[in-house]
Nanobody, 129 residues
Framework: QSQLVESGGGLVQPGGSLRLSCAASGFTFDYYDIGWFRQAPGKEREGVSCISHSGGSTYYADSVKGRFTISRDNAMHTAYLQITNLKPEDTAVYYC??????????????????????WGQGTQVTVSS
């Protein structure tokens, strides 16, 4: 069974940090680009960061540049999203997704209009004092 499982979310004070993980199983992880998306209540899903199958290229939405860092460990079949200087507006459910490396023309394309093969169930991030 192919799946993605996110972890690492939680309640954090403004200015704090978190590292989200996305563990993959059941498919050839290093054939797939990975993206992190978030959805806040009443808002549309937003692609915050995407990384190529090799890890050699990345994309960040303007709203998170300088605070979010995406990475992946293909040997561990896991992708990560390091989040620093958390703000209340970062509160959302964070999802990871995997798309075959040939499906999108760029990391930006995956983040803006994802055509993912797999989605995780999401992990809640709440930023509040």
């Amino acid at each position: 069974q192919s799946q993605l499982v996110e972890s690492g979310g939680g309640l954090v004070q403004p200015g704090g940090s978190l590292r989200l993980s996305c563990a993959a199983s059941g498919f050839t992880f290093d054939y797939y680009d990975i993206g992190w998306f978030r959805q806040a209540p009443g808002k549309e899903r937003e692609g915050v960061s995407c990384i190529s199958h090799s890890g050699g290229s990345t994309y960040y939405a303007d709203s998170v540049k300088g605070r979010f860092t995406i990475s992946r460990d293909n040997a561990m079949h896991t992708a990560y999203l390091q989040i620093t200087n958390l703000k209340p507006e970062d509160t959302a459910v964070y999802y990871c997704a995997a798309a075959h490396r040939l499906r999108h023309s760029s990391n930006q394309a995956m983040c803006v209009r994802p055509e993912a093969d797999y989605w995780g169930q999401g992990t809640q991030v709440t930023v509040s004092s």
